[in-house]
């Protein structure tokens, strides 16, 4: 059966997955109606045909020691903008 292969970084401390890139993996096989090698019209309804995907395979391309920003606490959603620095600097001297 097809797939997804979901490339990401590991993180040994929480033990969490974090997704980067995503990539299809073709079975080749001609019963997959997701398979690039199945002869039936796109919507196939044969009952030899293997009409679900295998479940998305995790591959962690990077390994990390540290914990992910969920688990440090680290508020991923805002990015930081350069103005939150702290500094304000006035122009008088």
């Known amino acids: ?9 590991f993180h040994q401390a929480c ?30 309804i044969s009952n030899g045909c293997i009409h679900h995907m295998t479940p998305s ?7 990390s020691p540290s914990r992910c920003p969920k688990c ?6 805002r990015p930081m903008s350069p103005s939150s620095s702290g500094s304000s600097s006035s122009g008088s001297l």
């Open 57 to 63: 395979a995790k591959n962690p391309i990077r390994l």
């Open 72 to 77: 440090s606490g680290i508020d991923t959603s």
């Open 15 to 44: 033990l969490h997955f974090v997704p980067l890139s995503t990539h299809f993996r073709d079975c080749l096989e001609s019963n997959c109606v997701f398979s690039s090698q199945h002869r039936h019209p796109p919507k196939c």
């Open 1 to 9: 059966m097809c797939y997804n292969v979901v490339d990401g970084r």
